[in-house]
Every structure is written in C-alpha cells, then in structure tokens.
C-alpha cells in the first residue's frame, strides 16, 4: 500500500548504474547475491555478470516470431487528449493580431481533440519480484512476451522506457523498494539486455539481491534474514523518481497466474492488456 515504504534506495537511472550498484562490495557477508551455490538463481554470479554486459542472446532467434507477428499489428498512432486552439467570433479569449486585422474569427478557446502520440515515449515499470517456487518457465514466458511488445512498440514509431523495481515487505507494514531504469526511451533497443532484464531468474536473484546486499547495512541485514522479503512485490508509481509521468506499472509475477504458465498465453495476455491501452491494433 503507499505509505508502507520503511527504506527506498536511490533510484538507478541506467543500467550501468544498476550494474555497478550490484557489483559493488557487500554490506553484509553472506548475501544471496554473490554466494548462493544452487541452481534456483539461473545462473552463477560470474554468469550473471556476463549476461548483465553482453545480454542473453541465445533466446533472440525464438523471439522472432512473436516480434513479427506484433509488428503488424503495433499501433502506428497512438492516440492522446490534448488541448487545441480553435477560432471563431465567439470564445474566451481575443486572437489580437486577428482582431486588429479585422478578422471576424478573432476569438480563440481550447478545445480537447484526440491527437496522434506517434513519437511518445511509452514508460514501462516491471516489478522484478517473485516468490522463491515460482519456476524459470514463467519468468521466461512473461519475459519474452513483454521484450517481443516492447519492440513493436518501438516498430510503430515509438520510443520505450523500462523500469525494473524490486520492492518487497519485510513485515506486514515495512516494505522496502529500489527502482532502476534498465532501459533508456533515448538509446537504441539492446534486445539481449531486455531479455536478460524481463526473462532471466538471475536479474532478481543474482543482481537485484546484489544491489540490496551492498545498501545500507541495516537495510541490507533485514533484507537477508527476511529472505528478500514477500509479497506483494507490486510497484507502485510513486517509486520511480520524480518527472517520471504516466508510467504503466504492470502487475508483478505470481506463480498461481495462469497466463504465465506458456508461451503462447503469456503472449495473449500481454497482447490483450498492451491492445487495452492502445498500443496494439485490436484486429
């Protein structure tokens, strides 16, 4: 709930930030980040670290497909509410070059119009949060999925921004958030970054434990002997930084959501939800 926020970390704005947060000295001696031995983070530290600079690429070529097929139908206009000056010889305010020309239609108001987006940038924040039985498949499936919308948004002319935040409880009112821009609406689109970000295990357990591990010692302390803490791992807008505007904040991932349970359902329901907000053509 807002207001249950007991410790924020500094908000990351890009991945190298994020990444030298992670590689950075722990706080505490025995993070997960850094020192678990078992297969559950998805990969080891080292390979964690090397996903983290040169992306998982050996997923691209079964995303291509799905990109593909999202390419057609990716909105090429997304539309928005703006305000537009219209004249005529009635309104609220006076036109004075118009008047003083004798222009007739001097008289200016703003009137709402649904107006093209195309060019917007469209912001995305993903909490990185799961409980510890979620299985590998479902990150993966949720993960291909947003990574394949992403670039069909961008296909239609858009730019995309993702956030990743993993914010937790630690108790029933203490929830402790961190927040990192992963992927910046002003850079090219690294596919490999987005996939390791959105699809791989060890983006939470590997790196994102890592950056906790490094925080402040008794933020980093609780964060451990809590496991991580539990859910809900829903992020909330106001944990991203101030001037970011319009986020849409996806629901974090439960293992019990039957959409994640494959590929193909995964894809139907990012489609359907991305379609409801005017991003995808419905047909």
Request: glycine share 8%; with cysteine; aromatic share 8%.
């Amino acid at each position: 709930m807002p207001g249950d926020t007991a410790h924020a970390l500094d908000p990351m704005w890009s991945w190298q930030e994020f990444v030298d947060r992670a590689r950075a000295p722990d706080s505490i001696p025995d993070g997960s980040g850094r020192h678990d031995e078992g297969a559950w983070s998805g990969a080891s530290w080292e390979e964690a670290l090397r996903l983290a600079e040169d992306g998982w690429t050996t997923v691209l070529p079964g995303v291509d497909a799905e990109v593909a097929e999202l390419r057609e139908r990716a909105a090429a206009d997304v539309l928005t509410t703006a305000l537009a000056p219209t004249w005529d010889v009635t309104g609220s305010e006076v036109d004075v070059g118009a008047y003083l020309s004798g222009e007739p239609e001097c008289m200016v108001d703003a009137v709402p119009q649904r107006m093209s987006a195309r060019g917007r940038v469209v912001t995305f924040l993903v909490p990185a949060g799961y409980v510890n039985t979620t299985p590998h498949s479902a990150v993966r499936h949720r993960g291909v999925a947003l990574a394949a919308l992403c670039s069909s948004i961008i296909s239609a002319g858009h730019s995309v921004e993702v956030w990743s935040g993993f914010c937790s409880y630690v108790s029933v009112t203490e929830r402790f958030a961190g927040v990192a821009r992963v992927v910046s609406a002003a850079e090219p689109l690294d596919m490999g970054r987005l996939m390791f970000v959105m699809a791989h295990p060890a983006m939470l357990r590997r790196l994102w434990f890592a950056v906790w591990d490094g925080g402040p010692r008794r933020a980093a302390r609780r964060m451990c002997d809590e496991n991580y803490g539990h859910a809900s791992y829903a992020c909330l807008p106001e944990d991203l930084p101030e001037g970011v505007e319009d986020p849409y904040v996806l629901p974090y991932l439960s293992p019990a959501d039957p959409q994640w349970a494959t590929a193909d359902a995964a894809l139907g329901w990012c489609r359907e939800t991305f379609t409801s907000l005017g991003l995808l053509r419905s047909s």
